[in-house]
């Protein structure tokens, strides 16, 4: 099974009066994670599922990937929030494999939540090693038995601007 | 600095009176390796040295790079043969930094090297947890100050076919 995690596109800024969660992608934003959307579709990636962050610049972020026909499966988790934990999220959705070996899943979150959860999959603890731009994505390979922790291979981590 | 480590392309099979340092790249192995590089231009990629393993197959690549014209320097050092240690390899080009923050160096060489040697970088051992293809490559930013080993920041890592 392959893990992608995909971070939000680019937001508006904090300002008062206007909560964290509800911050919106910018245009800017919306129009770089449409290219990055359209480039994954010519590079033939499909994702059985895409399970995004309840926060609006991770569900707007999730939708633009599902508008350009990445997956046609979308649902939200709270374990994806800026709060979350990996061992919540892996207890639920990874650790019990209810999933096909060729399952293509993609998570739609926040840094560094998401770059700490790939070390953590690859290295057992997380040391900031690793850096994902806004609207790029890492790509893992989850073991097919044992533990997932410490066990699984990264073959792929890009910024937006390599996939141009 | 940023440090880009090239894994060279696909080579000739092992076989009965081919030394392994002279195997050559495949015309399949010429042609992925040639696209790699023209999508690398477009990229407005440029490296102030390109460094390689004296062996055939590595330095083939190599010249396919600077072809392109990603580089007017190339040199062959073996520390980037296959039995090349990072250490030596460090403690001459890296540790002493007589190198421009800004200068971007890529090294050609081989598997499991490239990866481990980013590993080392990254978390300070290799776990053989990250996937590098054929003409595939990893980009490393080094920290200005202080150790490189367990102090670096991988920013991309890509297989040819994420590159079309």
Not at 147 to 163: A, D, E, I, N
Request: aromatic share 6%; glycine share 8%.
């Amino acid at each position: 099974m392959n893990l992608y995690l995909f971070r939000h596109g680019i937001a508006e800024e904090h300002q008062p009066g206007l909560k964290d969660e509800e911050r919106q992608l910018t245009k800017e934003g919306r129009q770089k994670t449409k290219k990055v959307a359209q480039q994954l579709v010519k590079l033939d990636l499909h994702f059985d599922l895409i399970l995004t962050s309840p926060l609006v610049r991770a569900h707007q972020t999730a939708e633009i990937l599902i508008e350009a026909g990445l997956s046609s499966q979308l649902e939200i988790s709270d374990h994806l929030t800026p709060e979350g934990n990996i061992n919540n999220w892996l207890t639920d959705w990874l650790e019990p494999r209810n999933y096909d070996d060729k399952t293509q899943l993609l998570l739609v979150g926040h840094e560094p939540c998401l770059s700490n959860w790939a070390e953590i999959l690859l290295w057992g603890e997380a040391k900031g090693s690793l850096v994902l731009k806004k609207a790029g994505m890492i790509g893992i390979k989850l073991p097919e038995t044992g533990s997932l922790l410490g066990c699984s291979q990264m073959f792929w981590l890009t910024p937006p601007k390599y996939l141009p």
